[in-house]
């Protein structure tokens, strides 16, 4: 091919880009607008060549108030800074559209910058819907703002009513305002009991919350694992002696002082507790273990023979307020938060949390707890 | 002195609350005087010097904090003790009322038989 036979080749390939080219000096007087770029902004090319980019294809500022007029100004003097660059342009019917543009310094022999070539495609779109996903996101954290506030004042309002409730009972526990007959110790247990349950939902509902907004921090301590799993029993003891649940320990050599959160860490084994003795019929056994995995960490189990858990039913033991369904989970009462939390709060530790069960064989929870936390 | 009975402060707005801490206290040997807002327990206080108080955080009027500051700030009071006493018990609640000075922060709702262990302890008794 010819040398101008090339030029004609390269002059088309420019032309008929589906791309806005154009070249500007560094006045920002147009000197080169492809037909794309006529077609674009509604500017024939003896309209547009020798006339200024702003008051054309640049308003003075943008819808935002951005100084556009400053901005092309600025790109004469660093056009190094501009290499690529997104703004608002306008077309000469007046609509905007949002541009990328990629700005290329063209040089004379000395090495001046004489021109800078600009290719520019149309991002509108883009632009939009970055903008919309903006405003979402501002509208879910608002929710969210509104939501944080609404728990905390709904755990307030809650609280004080239930100070009576617990307090009064309490009192009245004690015999210390005149003996009760039987049944109404067993009455005043009942109410004693729940007012004590709905505290702890709205423990868990709250930390539940944190945990799904990311604002649950981990409070780390130092503390003896193996005492905090040899106490754990007290939790259960009452429930298991009348139900004639036989208790056993086995805590591995080696477990001993671990970093973690402890309120976090006993809320764990409270619940697994509580469950194991909710879901295990009389006369059965439940178990605690605890050993160091070769991988750093350690090792809890707890265990049952109770009434198990179907393989059809495992998705929904992690699930928030999810019971299965059976004859016996019906007798007790539960909310079905107990272990999901306690996922998450392995979880934020960096641990795992299983289980493995056969329907009326009997369920082990197993949960990992790394040595070094944080 | 030793067996004379100790005296408590409780600033409480809301009636079910107080008569609970006054009669958990009353029936575990101690006085109590009881005042509903924090103005009215600035008074009392010209006027006794009780042994120990339990102060309410969320009150009309005057809230906790501010009744704390004005006890503060008398030196008839300086080994008197405070504890909060709150229904909020989010971190930033806790940890504002640490940051106020006061001598503890008692939860809603209250262990009973802790809040009087608590108390025994602030008397040395
Ligand atoms: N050890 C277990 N044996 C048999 N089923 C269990 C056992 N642990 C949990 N489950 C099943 O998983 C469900 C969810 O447990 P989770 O602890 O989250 O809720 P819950 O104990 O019912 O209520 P909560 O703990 O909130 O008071 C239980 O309702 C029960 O159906
Ligand atoms: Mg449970």
């Not at chain 1, 154009?22 to 794309?36: A, E, I, K």
């Not at chain 1, 009245?172 to 709905?198: A, F, I, N, R």
């Not at chain 1, 939390?341 to 979880?347: A, D, G, I, N, R």
Request: include cysteine; glycine fraction near 8%.
């Amino acid at each position: 091919m010819s040398r101008d036979e090339l030029d004609i080749q390269y002059r088309d390939i420019v032309e008929n880009a589906n791309s806005i080219i154009l070249r500007m000096d560094m006045n920002g007087d147009v000197t080169y607008f492809n037909r794309f770029a006529q077609n674009f902004f509604g500017y024939r090319q003896e309209e547009i060549l020798g006339k200024n980019v702003v008051g054309t294809i640049v308003a003075p500022t943008d819808s935002s108030g951005r100084d556009l007029k400053a901005m092309i100004d600025d790109m004469a003097l660093h056009p190094s800074s501009y290499v690529s660059n997104e703004n608002e342009n306008v077309m000469k019917n007046g609509r905007r559209a949002w541009i990328a543009w990629t700005n290329k310094s063209i040089l004379d022999e000395d090495g001046r910058v004489r021109e800078i070539l600009c290719i520019g495609n149309d991002i509108t779109r883009l632009k939009e819907a970055e903008e919309e996903i903006i405003k979402a996101k501002e509208a879910a954290e608002s929710a969210n703002k509104a939501k944080s506030s609404f728990l905390a004042n709904m755990s307030h309002e809650l609280r004080t009513p239930l100070n009576a409730i617990i307090g009064f009972s309490e009192l009245m526990k004690d015999d210390s305002v005149g003996p009760l007959t039987d049944k109404q110790k067993e009455y005043l247990d009942y109410v004693w009991e729940s007012g004590k349950h709905l505290l702890s939902l709205i423990n868990d509902i709250l930390d539940l919350s944190k945990v799904e907004a990311g604002k649950m921090e981990l409070e780390l301590s130092e503390f003896d694992l193996k005492e905090l799993l040899k106490k754990s029993f007290i939790f259960i003891q009452e429930k298991a002696v009348k139900h004639g649940i036989a208790l056993s320990a086995d805590i591995k050599e080696g477990i001993g002082t671990v970093k973690a959160d402890q309120r976090k860490v006993k809320q764990v084994i409270f619940n697994l507790l509580s469950n194991a003795v909710k879901f295990t019929p009389d006369g059965g056994k439940i178990g605690i273990t605890a050993e160091k995995t070769g991988k750093g960490e350690i090792l809890v189990c707890v265990s049952d023979t109770g009434i198990g858990i179907e393989a059809k039913d495992s998705g929904r033991v992690f699930s928030e307020f999810e019971q299965i369904d059976s004859e016996y989970s019906r007798k007790y009462a539960g909310t079905g938060l107990g272990m999901p939390l306690s996922k998450k709060f392995v979880e934020l530790h960096g641990g795992k949390m299983w289980f493995e069960s056969e329907k009326g064989k009997g369920t082990h929870f197993y949960f990992t707890l790394p040595l070094n936390v944080g | 002195m030793a067996d004379e009975k100790k005296t408590i402060l409780i600033i409480e707005d809301e009636p079910l609350n107080m008569r609970l801490t006054v009669d958990l206290l009353e029936i575990n040997g101690f006085n109590t005087l009881s005042c509903c807002d924090g103005i009215a327990a600035l008074e009392t206080l010209k006027k006794t010097i009780p042994d120990l108080i339990l102060l309410d955080i969320n009150m009309p009027k005057m809230n906790g904090y501010e009744v704390h500051e004005n006890i503060r700030k008398d030196s008839r009071l300086d080994r008197v003790k405070v504890l909060a006493l709150s229904a909020s018990v989010m971190k930033e609640d806790e940890e504002r009322i640490r940051k106020a000075g006061f001598n503890d922060f008692i939860p809603k709702p209250i262990d009973t038989k802790g809040l009087v262990k608590k108390i025994r302890e602030y008397l040395s008794i």
